[in-house]
């Protein structure tokens, strides 16, 4: 509806002549500086859309007569203009308009904000970009007539006028209204005339705008309200909470397995071929012929995705079926994982995987409080403490949670671990009780209960949850080597059509020349051969049985079949820390007293402990060895027992805990006997250093022991007096109250008291390493493989794990990078670094940041010319980022291995991803495609079968496309012979058979070659160093066996055309008995390591086909077998025939086996060295 009486125009301070408008009329100055409707209005468009069918436009420069009327504040609605009242929502529009008392035409509506504060309205303004705007004019007359008009643009460079926004609206300069120029008045076209002139692209642009949103369309993530215990009343429903490490699913598997087939030209290229038969002007042969090589390659693509998919079925069934207890109002009940919802009250046990995001609502502990281990989820190995919510844990019993209303209001899902915002609402009493969530009330998924029994309320389920949502979607990764052999294919088609079209020019042009030159690229498709996709992918499956076979290391699963061939080509290798270099098995070494030092080698567990820091643990068990006993501990107070048996009593004022800034900690006590209180504190040398009195022995015992790669930590206390510890905590509780940079102040009056402490001692604790760490480090290093140290734990812990786990050698520098926060800061540590050489890198997470959004080429450049490169404090995403970073700029081939959930991303974004299993959990073994038990075997992995895989599979597909060339060449010379006719040489069987059953088991049989024994392997890692070149597989050594075909293709042709008796179909049987045997006399040349099975299948194909020439000899006829050419049976027994064959095979083979020997002889491969 509209204003009846009344014409609504924007207010706009201008100075303008003064325009008296006439009585009926209101349009020719109307001039519109328009900024398009999605720029300006901060609202939906429907909104205009449904408000009114007249024009919308943001008007400026009006008549200062129209300007100086009074104004009044409008809200526009769906249903039209109306005037504003107190309980306006954030989301009405207010308009700000001038009244014409007499006038009586429609309104024109502009100037639109949403009702929001001043400030905020500044923010927008600054926020909204500049761009160029476009000039419209407006003409209406007063009475409502059916005639409707349309506004024209004129384009209109920015500066001409400038746009500004007041706490009003819009406003522009009044200085440039001068220069507006007249606007032209069109009338509006519609129906048909609409359609003709424009209509139809603006429909189809909107259609097609409308398809894609709708394909692009993502739930939107909301903050939620969550009842206890009652599913049931949530408003939206949310993902089921199932961990999914599959590609595909029952629907997307067919189209999805097609797809990344097709994908590659080799496969596409055949589809093509396999189509064109099916035009009978094209048809060579039989169908079968180029059918079923290409079905039987996509069925043996499909099974053994289909295997790998249903190995991934299982585990993740395995996951989702792990049960838990769900408190019902009924009592306890049992639901598997994947069946939890949110709001639901779930019971986690100690030492149980905590299955979905909770509120940590009760505990078993008195305190109120448990720990869990968060190193799944972020790689800290330090325990987190968590705080159940107060109004829950003070209920005296279960059951008690259901008689209460409350719900929990939670922010929207979002990827950051280390934050959480929300709100715990009881409504049931009077007043209601509210109490703030924050981080320490939450207990993310992925993470274990290392104390007592939680109890906790659904917020968050499946891809909703912290740890899916920092893990990225599992990705079809394609080996190095295929896109390596998809390249040479289409170098093969372009000789193919090079080829082909040679022929068809030397033929002249003559007849349906286009007819000739299809059959001629028909005729030697056998240069790209369809059976190469065959070999390679049953390579691969032979190669991840043996891989999974091999006792030495066992528990080996294969998960990704495609890309054994990658473990040979890795240059990179990104490692976490916690479980996977380190078993998080704290172990006390040392103590120094300033004038000796006690060490233990060996230490019985005397008690289970636990406490935030698995070195805490260390000390603890320690001091127990030597009589020093902990007996209890709580929030407010801890009880020792000496040698003696006395029984110590402590009363615990203030605790500050460990933060990454001050990198300290600290507490006073009371002892109850005596009175006396004492301030202790613990923390890194670096911070402890200037708080102690001075000394002269603790630099020089730090550097000590961190050369040993052992977590140093200073120990130190003060006395206090009553009064002194009085005045503290007045100021104390002071700076906690202040409601302005509370946390300066704390900190303040805490470093106040930490000044002149007494130095106790100093001690040494070793985070005990994986089995064989060291080793297998130092052999990857010789084998030229960079290893990057990505981890979420400190910097000082990450530090000495890289030391004692030699990934720095003693004697090596390390730079460590400064924090940087700005881009300044990063210039000019990065420059600090360029000047160190040789030396590792030790970077925390923010800074990484900071360097990556400036200066990432120039980081990773120098980055990787580091031998070794530690990086802390980094977040799951900080680690799938750098693996990405890493592919991008070098090119090279990466691995990621891990045992966490916080692995996950990193592993999917390698090249290479490898899991191992962990004691907490699975989840990076199940979304890795190599899993393993321990660390130490991926030496064996990569050092054997990597290599072997990788030699093998080169040599493989070369070979193959060897095969095919041979048979090319010597169709082209038959078909040179021939004054260039398009006939093949062989029939369909024949070329069938050479694919398949003559020439597969003895090419097949490669996959069992190797160079070197495994021991050799292993004790020679830099053999490894050349697969990293990519020598096996190159244009060098592609163009050695084109030649190589070339040569025997036109030996075996002209030969056979030489030699054959005076009838012409000799021809076939002659050069196809020669072709076959060289086959398997180059099989014999090419393998270094004979096995049984190679022995079996070269007999195997020369007794099947010596069966097939007596059995199938209609096939070896020149032409179809309808002319009636077929072989002479005597033929092929007499010793014409003999010689003749073995003549031309020994003369294509001979040459072949002398250049071998001569180069073994005076250019040795590497390998040959240690093996002679």
């Not at 589809?271 to 043996?300: D, E, R």
């Amino acid at each position: 509806m509209y204003p009846p009486n009344n014409l609504w125009l924007p207010v706009s301070p201008t100075i303008y002549p003064h325009y008296d408008p006439p009585r009926n009329r209101v349009a020719p100055w109307a001039l519109t500086p328009c900024l398009s409707v999605q720029l300006r209005i901060l609202l939906r468009p429907r909104v205009f859309n449904n408000c009114c069918p007249r024009t919308y436009s943001l008007l400026s420069g009006i008549p200062q007569a129209v300007a100086q009327l009074p104004l009044e504040i409008c809200r526009l609605t769906l249903s039209g203009i109306q005037r504003p009242n107190r309980e306006s929502a954030d989301h009405d529009v207010i308009i700000p308009f001038v009244r014409f008392p007499e006038a009586k035409s429609s309104a024109i509506v502009a100037g639109c904000l949403p009702v929001t504060s001043v400030v905020e309205r500044r923010k927008m303004a600054d926020s909204i970009p500049l761009q160029p705007v476009q000039k419209r004019a407006a003409y209406y007359t007063a009475d409502r007539s059916k005639r409707r008009y349309q506004l024209e643009d004129e384009a209109s460079p920015l500066d001409e006028m400038p746009l500004m926004m007041s706490e009003e609206g819009f406003e522009n300069d009044e200085s440039d209204y001068q220069t507006l120029p007249r606007a032209r008045i069109t009338r509006r076209k519609k129906g048909l005339e609409w359609f003709l002139c424009g209509g139809w692209k603006f429909l189809c642009t909107s259609c097609c705008e409308w398809l894609i949103n709708v394909c692009r369309r993502k739930k939107e993530l909301k903050a939620r309200t969550v009842w206890l215990g009652c599913p049931e009343k949530c408003e939206e429903k949310y993902p089921r909470n199932a961990i999914k490490n599959q590609k595909y699913n029952i629907f997307t598997f067919i189209p999805g397995v097609l797809y990344q087939q097709f994908k590659f030209f080799l496969n596409l290229y055949f589809l093509v071929v396999a189509c064109s038969q099916f035009v009978s002007a094209l048809k060579i042969g039989y169908l079968y012929t180029y059918w079923a090589p290409l079905g039987f390659v996509l069925a043996v693509t499909m099974v053994r995705e289909a295997a790998d998919e249903y190995r991934r079925f299982q585990r993740d069934k395995e996951m989702n079926s792990q049960l838990y207890s769900k408190l019902t109002i009924r009592g306890k009940v049992q639901v598997k994982s994947s069946d939890i919802q949110v709001g639901d009250l779930i019971i986690v046990e100690k030492n149980q995987r905590i299955p979905a995001d909770m509120v940590f609502l009760r505990t078993s502990e008195k305190t109120g409080s448990c720990f869990i281990r968060t190193d799944q989820l972020d790689g800290e190995t330090d325990w987190k403490l968590k705080i159940a919510v107060s109004c829950t844990q003070r209920l005296p019993a279960l059951g008690d949670l259901f008689s209460i209303n409350a719900y929990v209001y939670a922010q929207k899902p979002q990827l950051d671990i280390h934050s959480f915002e929300g709100n715990f609402t009881r409504e049931d009493t009077d007043p209601s009780i509210h109490e703030s969530l924050s981080i320490e009330n939450t207990l993310w998924a992925s993470t274990v209960v290392a104390s007592g029994t939680v109890i906790g309320v659904v917020i968050y389920t499946g891809k909703e949850t912290r740890s899916v949502m920092n893990t990225s979607n599992p990705k079809n990764k394609v080996g190095m080597l295929d896109l390596e052999l998809n390249q040479l294919t289409k170098a093969l088609f372009l000789a193919l059509v090079a080829l082909s079209v040679v022929m068809v020019t030397l033929q002249g042009f003559v007849g349906p020349w286009y007819r000739y030159l299809f059959r001629f690229l028909l005729l030697f498709s056998y240069i790209i051969p369809i059976s190469l996709r065959v070999n390679l992918d049953m390579g691969k499956a032979a190669y991840g049985w043996m891989i999974m076979r091999d006792e030495n290391i066992p528990g080996t699963v294969v998960r990704t079949s495609t890309i054994p061939e990658e473990l040979g080509r890795l240059v990179y290798l990104l490692t976490d820390k916690t479980g996977t270099l380190t078993q998080n098995e704290m172990v006390f070494k040392r103590l120094h007293l300033g004038t000796v030092s006690y060490g233990t080698d060996t230490m019985d567990e005397i008690q289970n402990h636990i406490a935030s820091s698995y070195s805490l643990v260390a000390l603890v068990q320690w001091t127990e060895s030597v009589g020093l006993t902990l007996v209890n501990r709580d929030l407010t107070s801890m009880q020792l027992k000496t040698p003696g048996g006395q029984i110590l009593t402590f009363c615990i004022l203030q605790i500050f805990p460990f933060t990454s800034e001050s990198k300290r900690m600290g507490i006073i006590v009371r002892e109850e006997s005596s009175g006396d209180i004492t301030f202790y504190m613990k923390g890194a040398d670096v911070a402890m250093a200037t708080i102690v009195q001075y000394n002269d022995w603790l630099d020089e015992e730090c550097g000590n022991m961190a050369r040993e790669g052992l977590r140093t930590l200073v120990v130190a206390k003060k006395s206090l007096s009553e009064e002194q510890y009085q005045d503290f905590e007045n100021r104390y509780n002071q700076a906690k109250l202040s409601m302005h940079d509370r946390a300066l102040k704390v900190a303040a009056v805490v470093e106040s008291l930490e000044r002149e402490m007494e130095l106790l001692c100093l001690t040494g604790v070793e985070d005990q390493l994986q089995t064989d760490v060291r080793p297998t480090l130092e052999m990857l290093r010789n084998a030229g493989i960079k290893i990057w140290m990505l981890t979420g734990d400190k910097l000082e812990t990450a530090t000495c794990i890289a030391k004692s786990s030699h990934l720095v050698s003693r004697n090596q520098d390390i730079h460590i990078f400064r924090p940087v926060s700005n881009r300044s800061e990063a210039h000019l540590e990065l420059n600090a670094f360029r000047r160190k050489h040789d030396c590792a890198l030790v970077i925390a997470g923010d800074s990484l940041e900071v360097c990556l959004k400036y200066y990432e080429h120039e980081f990773v450049e120098l980055a990787c010319q580091c031998p070794a490169v530690v990086c802390c404090r980094c977040s799951p995403t900080q680690k799938a980022h750098i693996v990405k970073l890493l592919q991008q700029h070098t090119g090279r081939r990466t691995c990621a291995i891990g045992d966490g959930g916080n692995d996950v991303s990193m592993i999917q974004a390698a090249d290479c991803g490898i899991g191992i299993e962990g004691k907490e959990g699975k989840q990076a073994s199940l979304a890795a495609d190599f899993s393993i038990t321990q660390f130490k075997h991926i030496g064996r992995l990569l050092m054997v079968h990597g290599r072997n895989s990788y030699k093998r599979s080169a040599a493989l597909g070369q070979f193959v496309i060897h095969r095919g060339l041979v048979i090319s060449t010597m169709q082209a010379v038959f078909s040179s012979v021939f004054y260039f006719a398009s006939v093949p040489l062989y029939q369909g069987f024949l070329m069938v058979g050479y694919a398949t059953i003559y020439t597969m088991f003895p090419v097949f049989s490669l996959v069992l070659d190797q160079d070197v024994k495994p021991e050799t392997a292993l004790l020679y890692p830099e053999l490894y160093k050349d697969l990293t070149k990519g020598r096996s597989l190159s244009f060098k050594t592609f163009l050695i066996w084109v030649l190589i075909s070339i040569y025997q293709g036109g030996i075996l042709m002209f030969g056979a055309l030489v030699l054959f008796e005076s009838e012409f179909v000799h021809v076939v049987a002659i050069s196809f008995t020669a072709l076959i045997l060289t086959e398997l006399l180059m099989v014999a040349l090419t393998i270094r390591t004979w096995h049984w099975l190679m022995v079996v299948a070269e007999l195997f194909s020369l007794a099947s086909y010596v069966a097939s020439l007596a059995f199938l000899n209609e096939y070896f006829g020149l032409g179809r077998v309808s002319l009636g050419a077929f072989l002479d049976a005597a033929f092929i027994t007499t010793l014409t025939f003999l010689w003749k064959v073995l003549a031309i095979t020994v003369v294509s083979c001979l040459p072949l086996y002398i250049l071998k020997y001569l180069k073994r002889k005076f250019s040795p491969p590497s390998y040959s060295k240690l093996t002679s």
